[in-house]
């Protein structure tokens, strides 16, 4: 018989690592910043940290919204090794 012990925090970091597909017309300057695409089609969230980043002197700062800033800032934790963009 084999032992297997629960790794959970090993398991925390598996998880956190997984791609998530974010709809950009469901916040409205991601929405702005995809403007070639169909802002419907879900964007993984890879993608769509790297198109703020590249993008982001073109964002309204001022007309982030509280759901729009939260993702900016899951997506820093995940993706900006510890620099934010707000």
């Known amino acids: 018989m084999f032992e297997i012990s629960a790794d959970f925090d090993y398991m925390k970091r598996v998880m956190a690592m997984q791609t998530v597909e974010i709809i950009p017309a469901e ?10 695409r169909d802002p419907r ?3 993984a969230d890879d993608e769509v940290f790297a198109l703020y980043e590249r993008n982001w002197r073109f964002v309204d700062h001022e007309h982030l919204t ?3 800033t939260r993702l900016l800032r899951e997506l820093c ?3 900006g090794h510890g620099l934010r963009l707000v």
């Open 27 to 36: 916040f409205p300057e991601l929405t702005k910043l995809a403007w070639n």
């Open 41 to 43: 089609r879900p964007m």
């Open 66 to 68: 509280e759901e729009e």
């Open 77 to 79: 934790d995940k993706y």
